[in-house]
């Protein structure tokens, strides 16, 4: 088989202290945090359409990228090159899952059958890879925001054609994730939304979007799909509102059309500040609502209001979206995919591979530094202390469900002495951002 990153050999674990910039600094696959290898704590993902299909094409400007499988004219075989590629990239990082939309590993026919061959026979070629590879799919996806046809979206669209053609690309794209053994199944609503009131019925289309996804949840149990449903949010772009449009919405929406049993969440962090929450914010809401499911790994740029995608390098944010797996009992069978894409002028083959390892050792930083934490419990036991009035007296009566307004009303007029304590904010940070300079 073609080489196709000759440039860059294996990634190895060299520790801190390297100076090589294609070695991992903190991510040790196999060092052992708590009761497993970071490598399953962690479950990193390539994805694919960053990746591999990704030009550098923006706004203003063609694409800038280098990929030598861009030689390859016909387009199944540029498909199966980019497919070889992908295998190669995971094996130099040493990354187990890759996830993509069913647009990425195959080309579009002149109709549904054609392209549905397309894909089916692409996916006996990634069969073939992924055996001698051995790598896993962590999840596939449909995309239904790309070709024109979804102008007004694809489960909230208008028009019935297109709303029947979503259902066979998303009955497709699920079958070809079963048959990849894919561990999830993610329902990103491109372009699920609206951009003005005045031409839209808002209600009609959730409607439709629910049974759409209930069809789905029929046809997962008819085929013996056992793999993970999950919704991933995201506000504003590319319509002006998203009816996904962050983790609090999404639990709504499924609690309100009674899918919340079916399906957990999928968040991604330049999402989360789009929609004015941190990553940990949306983890934790994910988390205590037991509907955390898996991870996009990236950032955005708070100097801009659009989804940027860049690599994540923040530890400080890393450390507090691990402090939250870890609370959750770990991520699986989610994972961390990178859904992320090197700048523009990052066009070399090799930026690739440095993107990677930027991103794999920012979350192994993270994972090291949160299992510290919360062995060692500074923030657990400040916040348990925080709350310790509901723990005896009027406030477990409260917790029990023994008081109502007539009890309290007494307790309030008898006790005039209410006393605060200082919740220690800035010590609270201050501790995080020791922990993170110690750990070496």
């Not at 990425?104 to 073939?128: R, Y």
């Not at 029929?218 to 996904?244: M, R, S």
């Amino acid at each position: 088989m073609k080489e196709y990153f000759n440039n860059v050999s294996k990634i190895n674990y060299e520790g801190p202290n390297s100076k090589n910039p294609y070695s991992f600094k903190y991510y040790n696959a196999d060092e052992i945090i708590g009761d497993k290898s970071m490598k399953k704590h962690l479950r990193f993902a390539m994805s694919y359409w960053h990746t591999l299909t990704a030009d550098g094409t923006d706004q203003f400007g063609v694409g800038t990228m280098l990929r030598s499988w861009n030689n390859v004219n016909d387009k199944m075989e540029l498909a199966k090159a980019r497919m070889e590629a992908a295998f190669e990239f995971m094996d130099k990082l040493n990354i187990n899952y890759f996830c993509f939309h069913d647009r990425d590993i195959a080309p579009e026919g002149k109709d549904l059958t054609e392209t549905n061959k397309n894909l089916d026979e692409i996916v006996s070629f990634c069969k073939n890879l992924m055996k001698k590879h051995d790598k896993k799919l962590l999840w596939g996806t449909a995309n239904l925001f790309s070709n024109p046809r979804f102008v007004h979206g694809a489960g909230t669209t208008c028009n019935v054609d297109v709303f029947a053609y979503a259902a066979a690309q998303i009955k497709k794209a699920i079958e070809i994730t079963k048959e990849l053994g894919g561990e999830n199944y993610v329902f990103w609503g491109g372009r699920e939304g609206y951009e003005t009131l005045l031409n839209t019925n808002m209600e009609f289309e959730l409607d439709n979007f629910a049974r759409l996804l209930h069809m789905a949840v029929d046809y997962a149990k008819e085929i013996d799909f056992k793999g993970q449903f999950l919704i991933e949010p995201k506000p504003k772009e590319p319509t002006k509102h998203q009816y996904d449009s962050d983790v609090a919405t999404v639990l709504g929406f499924l609690r309100k059309y009674k899918l919340d049993s079916y399906f957990k969440i999928n968040i991604e962090a330049n999402h989360a500040t789009l929609a004015g929450h941190t990553f940990q914010h949306e983890i934790c809401l994910a988390r205590i609502n037991n509907a955390l499911g898996s991870l996009d790994a990236n950032q955005g740029d708070p100097h801009l209001g659009w989804d940027t995608d860049q690599f994540p390098t923040d530890t400080y944010s890393s450390t507090l979206s691990m402090y939250e797996v870890l609370k959750n009992g770990g991520i699986a069978p989610g994972g961390l995919n990178f859904d992320a894409k090197v700048r523009r002028a990052s066009f070399e083959p090799e930026d690739l591979f440095l993107a990677y390892i930027a991103g794999m050792d920012t979350f192994a930083k993270g994972l090291r530094v949160a299992y510290k934490l919360l062995k060692d419990g500074p923030i657990e036991n400040f916040i348990k202390e925080k709350y310790s009035s509901f723990n005896t007296s009027i406030g477990k009566a409260i917790v029990d469900g023994k008081v109502g307004f007539n009890e309290l009303e007494k307790y309030a007029l008898e006790n005039n002495d209410i006393k605060n304590r200082s919740g220690r904010q800035e010590l609270l940070e201050s501790i995080v951002n020791q922990y993170l300079l110690e750990d070496k």
